[in-house]
């Protein structure tokens, strides 16, 4: 049953972190347009458009990222208060699992995929969990 109840923690926490990174995804189409004629919905088009994006194109992705994980790291950190740091980076390796696939699949600049994949992920559940940890818990 501890098994269930800690995997079904977890779980709510990888859930509530991809909607906010899917809601910061979302955003950066409707904050940033996309190079004129292209659609940046889909692998060939982005590639397509790839030459033509601006750093600022990177920044909500790396955004919804990092603030996905981060949040992910807090909600765990508060579902399983004992064991924040433990939690914290199980969240922030399957966020990280999920950014080297995207690596494979999405293409983006090497300098893009370096910073998301370094600071997106591991670094941010640990400032999620320490967060929880300094700021949130009494």
Do not use: Q
């Not at 458009?49 to 955004?63: G, M, Q, R």
Request: proline share 8%; aromatic share 12%.
């Amino acid at each position: 049953m501890k098994t269930l109840n800690n995997l079904t923690r977890v779980l709510a926490a990888l859930f509530v972190g991809s909607i906010i990174n899917m809601i910061l995804i979302w955003l950066v189409g409707e904050l940033i347009p996309a190079p004129a004629g292209h659609d940046l919905s889909t692998p060939t088009g982005f590639e397509k458009a790839l030459p033509l994006l601006t750093p600022l194109h990177f920044l909500f992705p790396f955004l919804a990222h990092a603030l996905g994980t981060l949040s992910a790291a807090m909600l765990v950190s508060w579902l399983k208060p004992g064991e924040t740091r433990k939690y914290a980076l199980i969240i922030g390796i399957i966020f990280l699992i999920g950014g080297i696939m995207a690596c494979f699949m999405i293409p983006a600049p090497g300098w893009f995929m370096a910073a998301d994949l370094l600071l997106a992920y591991i670094p941010m559940a640990l400032l999620g969990e320490y967060f929880f940890n300094r700021l949130v818990k009494p």
